[in-house]
């Protein structure tokens, strides 16, 4: 396989767009190309296409600059217009489990069955003495949906696949990292965190929190009456104002306080459904993974092992076109991008 054989893996958040593209020889992987734009304020709302023509702009710029020519694309939602539900219901042969799907799907979906896209996935929890399976149903509002491909397709950009954001990282991680262990994995992006809790490698809770790590920079701001730009670079570190260490710390107890209470609400969730294989680590990623002490404070006050995400851990790379540090600063934040960029495009 290629790299005309595998999308282009497009990541379009509230914040920025990220693309990967990836090629493939045999078992190994390559980057080929990466990287990310800043997008209007409000161009893109909890997951919805609010301004087209101007994501469109920073998208074609973004591909332009790469010089990207793969028209194969895919991308993720996620937010309102996206649900992820886990049903127990009778095993059945697959047949079977679509037409009961087909049927059945409007009891377990908050919205008219006919404005959403449906796709679903039998765990196969079923075992001896247990004639009961897990089935992972998504639905996914259709207006939503063809809003991005209408406005990729004025890019000439063909859509193969539209993947779930927490489901691209877990596809990102489970190709980085062998080993189906027990494993919180937490995509903290602009303006929300994805939460997806796996065990033995399938997905057994998955949430999205609108609390993202701009709600941490605005808090910054707000507290030390400085600009979105100046609070960002205190938020990460690389700025250090002193003498507004009290200020600095309430805004950082106020947004990451709320930000653990959620991640600890869904393992409580997972714990109450599995007592006897415990969350073991969570794995941070997104731009918000970057924020200055944060693994140390969730790892304080989770009593579990916290690691930032490297997307790139398995994925080789020209050492002549792309540098080492760049890939490590960026790597968080690019974790869906690269997690959709491993899909094949043949489906």
């Known amino acids: 396989m290629a790299k005309k054989d595998l999308v282009l893996g497009i990541d379009i958040g509230s914040y920025s767009v990220k693309i990967c593209q990836l090629a493939r020889s045999g078992k190994k992987y390559q980057i080929l190309a990466l990287g ?65 799907i087909d049927s059945e799907a409007e009891q377990y979906i908050p919205f008219d069955i006919d404005d959403v896209y449906l796709d679903y996935q039998d765990l196969h929890t079923a075992g001896s003495g247990n004639d009961m399976t897990d089935v992972m149903l998504v639905a996914a509002k259709k207006d939503v949906v063809d809003r991005y491909i209408e406005m990729l397709a004025g890019l000439k950009l063909t859509t193969k696949i539209v993947d779930v954001d927490s489901f691209a990282f877990e596809n990102a991680y489970e190709f980085n990292y062998y080993g189906h262990d027990n494993v919180a994995l937490i995509d903290i992006g602009a303006s929300k965190m994805n939460i997806n809790i796996l065990s033995n490698g399938i997905s057994v809770v998955a949430r999205d929190v609108l609390i993202g790590s701009n709600h941490l920079t605005d808090e910054i701001a707000d507290n030390l009456g400085i600009e979105f730009e100046e609070a960002e670079e205190v938020k990460l570190g ?110």
């Open 36 to 100: 990310s734009a800043i997008l209007p304020d409000e161009a893109v709302s909890d997951g919805s296409l609010e301004d087209a023509e101007e994501v469109s702009k920073v998208i074609n710029l973004l591909i332009k600059n790469l010089k990207l020519k793969n028209r194969k694309v895919a991308f993720s939602i996620s937010g309102y217009s996206v649900i992820v539900k886990k049903i127990n219901i009778a095993a059945m042969s697959r047949p079977e489990l679509e037409a009961h």
């Open 238 to 347: 690389i700025r250090q104002v002193p003498e507004e260490q009290d200020s600095i710390e309430d805004a950082f107890s106020t947004i990451c306080t709320k930000w653990v209470l959620e991640i600890k609400k869904a393992i409580d969730i997972y714990q109450a459904n599995n007592p006897s294989a415990p969350v073991e680590r969570i794995v941070l990623g997104g731009g918000g993974s970057k924020v200055v002490g944060l693994t140390d404070f969730l790892a304080q006050e989770t009593g579990l092992k916290v690691e930032r995400f490297n997307p790139f851990a398995n994925l080789d790379f020209n050492s002549k076109k792309m540098d080492a540090a760049y890939l490590k600063s960026i790597g968080p934040e690019m974790a869906i991008a690269t997690g959709i960029a491993l899909r094949s495009s043949v489906v």
